[in-house]
């Protein structure tokens, strides 16, 4: 680690307002320590480095030419959004980020007026700021209001509805593409090579390329130069940009570190716009920081790290992370099964399908952010024939939820789910919990929902997804590594609708759904030496659900308790369904059902996390005393 940076201008920058004072020169500096401070809060915290580095002209400039925060800028995403929080007040918390009780890694509304709209998920921020251009025009309020989005999450279906939208009602917006070239891996798609083509073999003049819409919001000087740009961009376009034809007024592309001319160019938007208006910056992800600018992910994601070197510090681990353990499989099984196809919406590396694109690259489909289509794409692929597992983080799968229930579900097609980041993940915080996904998949019918106990199972889990040919199925698994147990040689499909007994005991019957089941072992130990030997099951399956086995359970122990990593309406409510419809209940069984809390969870650890969800073992302990009868006296778990 190295000392704080010296930044004499910026610290002179409290909030917005202080940098009208400054003149551009100075606000150059302010954008050179800014970017140094960026790099030392990260190199301490962690999270999202190089999206924020490509943006510093672009905050400042912002900053210094709109008023907020009248005036509202909605960072799409919002993980690029950390030099905007050291200049609208935050800076004193900036080594906070992520963590337990700091600030967070995206907007949030709750947090700061300078963050009008809250982020986390890509794609949002054009219809947001639409929204607040029409209140702004309804309400009379005035004010501005500016998207600022990637290459990568323009390319998402809502972006287009936004501008489709936008384009129509012909309001006063502002949508600032920042185009680094970039996604968390190399952008796919055709946009992505429509916007290279937009600047390729256009090097950066003084004012690049403009075309005929934003003509006329240019001060003098540089109506010539664009005359000649817009000259330049239709030898390379046919018909004008698709953002003019969308009925935007295109300005660009600019080179969005030239901070003198985006000054210049969001002062004569300011001034003269009043329609949609669409600046295409080109910067760079992880710009200024040579071990970011020259990492594959261009610094997207890092964990601590020294500043000098770059090198991050990495967690010591006993086990494959689940998700390797998930990819791992896959490969094995589609060697075995060309007709398994593997789709990822723009997380190769993260969803582990890296590792299936190398082994099989005519069978790995990226799809860019674009979950939705991930999902019918995939349907498609079923009725094709083909044998498609739909690789989603949790979160993003509530994008697809009528792709699943309108061309998966209905239509009991083959497809089938790999939910990576199940439950809660930590640092992203509630934005990115995958809280929700087995209370939507399980009221499905036809469809089976699994959750993988441990890095074993998940194994055996891939093996029954490709076993599975009758309809959709999903399986669930959390962030992070497993628990270290003996990996088996090969997946050998589970019976579907069945658990299994992990230990036998009596009173009290512990169901586990999902990897809660680490922490339910431990709260048995606990409670075996207060004299009260629980028998633990791990159901294996929300959907079908063991009758036979939550029957037997409710039948042979005066209490029944289920625990399960996602929110109420999921696997707990369907056994509690069981056992009303079954009139287990008029029998006088005590049941309880421990979900994740009616609320949304800040960041923090995950563990501790689940503490604040009161699931860890601790709280797995009580619960059963609670329930039994029993006073808690003594020790914990
Ligand atoms: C709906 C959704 N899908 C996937 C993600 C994961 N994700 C976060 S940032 C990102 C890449 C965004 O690329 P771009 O918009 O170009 O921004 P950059 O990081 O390049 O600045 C992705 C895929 C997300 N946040 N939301
Ligand atoms: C901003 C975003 O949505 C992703 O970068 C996300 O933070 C990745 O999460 P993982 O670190 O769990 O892959
Ligand atoms: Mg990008």
């Excluded at 982020?119 to 009379?140: C, E, K, M, Q, V």
């Excluded at 510090?313 to 593997?342: G, H, M, W």
């Excluded at 130990?525 to 207060?530: D, G, P």
């Excluded at 399956?541 to 996602?566: S, V």
């Amino acid at each position: 680690m190295t000392d704080r940076p010296k930044t004499p201008t910026l610290d002179r920058v409290n909030l917005p307002v202080d940098l009208k004072a400054l003149s551009d020169r100075e606000l150059r500096h302010v954008a050179d320590e800014l970017r140094a401070e960026t790099i030392s809060a990260v190199s301490v915290t962690g999270g999202h480095l190089g999206a924020g580095l490509g943006v510093v002209e672009l905050t400042v400039a912002l900053h210094a030419v709109f008023d907020t925060p009248r005036d509202k800028i909605i960072w799409d995403v919002g993980h690029q959004c950390y030099p905007h929080k050291i200049l609208t007040g935050r800076r004193d918390r900036i080594r906070t980020l992520r963590t337990e009780g700091g600030l967070a890694g995206f907007t949030k509304r709750s947090e700061s007026p300078y963050d009008p709209f809250g982020a986390g998920h890509s794609s949002t921020s054009i219809s947001a700021a639409l929204g607040f251009a029409a209140a702004r025009d309804l309400t009379g309020e005035g004010g501005d209001a500016i998207a600022v989005i990637g290459d990568g999450s323009m390319s998402a279906g809502m972006a287009f509805e936004a501008m489709n939208n936008a384009g129509h009602l012909k309001k006063r917006l502002i949508v600032i593409l920042n185009d680094n070239e970039m996604s968390i891996a190399p952008p796919v798609g055709a946009l992505s090579s429509y916007l290279s083509r937009l600047y390729a073999g256009a090097p950066f003049q003084d004012f690049k390329a403009a075309a005929k819409g934003a003509l006329g919001f240019l001060p003098e000087p540089f109506q010539e130069g664009a005359r000649r740009a817009k000259e330049m961009l239709k030898s390379i376009t046919v018909g004008g940009t698709l953002f003019e034809e969308l009925g935007f007024s295109y300005v660009g592309p600019i080179d969005g570190h030239d901070l003198e001319q985006l000054l210049a160019i969001l002062r004569t938007v300011k001034a003269r716009a009043t329609g949609p208006v669409l600046i295409h910056a080109i910067t760079k992800k992880g710009k200024g920081y040579a071990p970011a600018e020259e990492a594959r992910d261009r610094g997207h994601a890092t964990s601590k790290f020294n500043v000098l070197t770059g090198e991050q510090t990495k967690a010591p681990s006993n086990a494959p992370s689940y998700t390797k353990v998930f990819a791992q499989s896959l490969v094995k099984e589609a060697e075995r099964d060309e007709r398994i196809v593997a789709v990822t919406a723009a997380m190769p590396d993260g969803t582990g399908l890296n590792l299936f694109a190398e082994r099989f690259p005519n069978r790995c489909f990226d799809v860019g952010i674009a979950e939705q289509h991930a999902v019918t794409f995939s349907a498609g692929m079923a009725a094709g024939g083909l044998r498609p597992f739909c690789a989603l983080y949790s979160t993003f799968l509530q994008r697809g939820y009528d792709q699943i229930v309108h061309d998966v579900a209905i239509q009991r097609l083959p497809v089938r789910f790999a939910i990576d980041r199940a439950g809660l993940v930590g640092a992203d915080g509630a934005t990115h919990a995958g809280a929700f996904d087995v209370a939507f998949l399980a009221n499905l019918p036809g469809f089976v929902v699994m959750a993988a106990a441990d890095e074993a199972e998940l194994v055996h889990m891939v093996a029954t997804a490709v076993a599975h040919d009758e309809g959709p199925i999903a399986f669930r698994f959390p962030r992070g590594d497993g628990v270290g147990v003996e990996m088996p040689a090969k997946g050998v499909p589970l019976e579907i609708g069945k658990g299994r007994i992990v230990r036998e005991g009596s009173r009290v019957a512990i169901l586990s759904f999902g990897t809660r089941l680490s922490e339910v072992m431990m709260a048995a130990e606990a409670l075996t030496a207060r004299g009260i030997a629980p028998t633990v099951a791990d159901a294996r399956f929300a959907k079908p659900l063991d009758r036979e086995l939550i029957l037997r359970l409710a039948r042979d122990h005066e209490a029944l308790i289920t625990i399960e990593e996602g929110a109420i309406g999921g696997f707990g409510s369907h056994v509690a369904q069981l056992l009303a419809e079954e009139g287990v209940f008029d029998g006088g069984i005590k049941f309880r059902s421990m979900v994740l809390p009616d609320t949304f969870i800040d960041q923090a650890s995950p563990e501790k996390m689940y503490q604040v969800a009161g699931m860890s073992a601790a709280e797995i302990e009580a619960k059963v005393l609670q329930t039994l009868g029993v006073a808690l006296v003594g020790k914990r778990a």
